[in-house]
């Protein structure tokens, strides 16, 4: 059985002091086991370690917003999967689409990434999503099925179960603007039967699927309640006790 997944990016927010505020708030508020749910926050580097100590012996999880694929080496400014291991990551996010924009990031990276996820037990969220153009030009599902064939490349099913996908359109992230719940079903039942083409029924069935993209309390029932859709990868609402809490809250009661 598929649990639900609730996951905040916090993204480049939060000085240590700040993160350590926030986390204290989380822990308190939902940091209890949920026997089919799961929350994890994704503070910025220099906070992982801070904030590990203070969530700890909560049932929040603890990820990385990004990595190296090396394990080690001359690569300055860079942080790798066994560095994250080592502060006490149990996630880390991959593709998403601000590195994509910003910092060039391709399928083939993103294989990269992932594969180094895996060979350190981190729990991947790969990132997929299309453009406002892309999906105005009706392209939405040539470029999910462009990022899901590149960032799966060469990964056996064993390990691409292991992995949480995170449907996030482009254009709902940080502008105000979400997908329906039924664009996002549409999007989340397309990558499942991908993965039954690629892989099996089995993966395809059990393989979680998030929605991310201007996720709010408000929005978070309809769009949580779809078949295809596990739970959510929350932005700018992460960055606000009140408004993650409700989501979790929400999301569990769903």
Known sequence: MRIKVIAGNW???????EAKSLARGLAERVGRPFS???????????????????IEKSSIKLGAQNLFWEEEGAFTGEISAKMLKDVGCSF????????????????????KKLKSALSFDLTPIVCVGETLEEREESSTFRIIEEQIRGAFKDIPEDSALKVIIAYEPVWAIGTGKVASPSQAQEVHQFIRELLEKLYSKELAQNILILY?????PENIEGLISQEDIDGALVGGASLKLEAFSLIVEKSIKA
């Open 11 to 17: 993204k480049m927010h939060k000085t240590i002091e």
């Open 36 to 54: 089919q749910g799961c929350v994890a926050i994704f503070p910025p580097f220099t906070a992982l370690s801070e904030v590990k100590r203070i």
């Open 212 to 216: 991310g993209g201007s996720v709010n």
């Open 92 to 111: 880390v996010i991959i593709g998403h689409s601000e590195r994509r924009k910003y910092f060039s990031e391709t399928d083939e990276i993103v294989n």
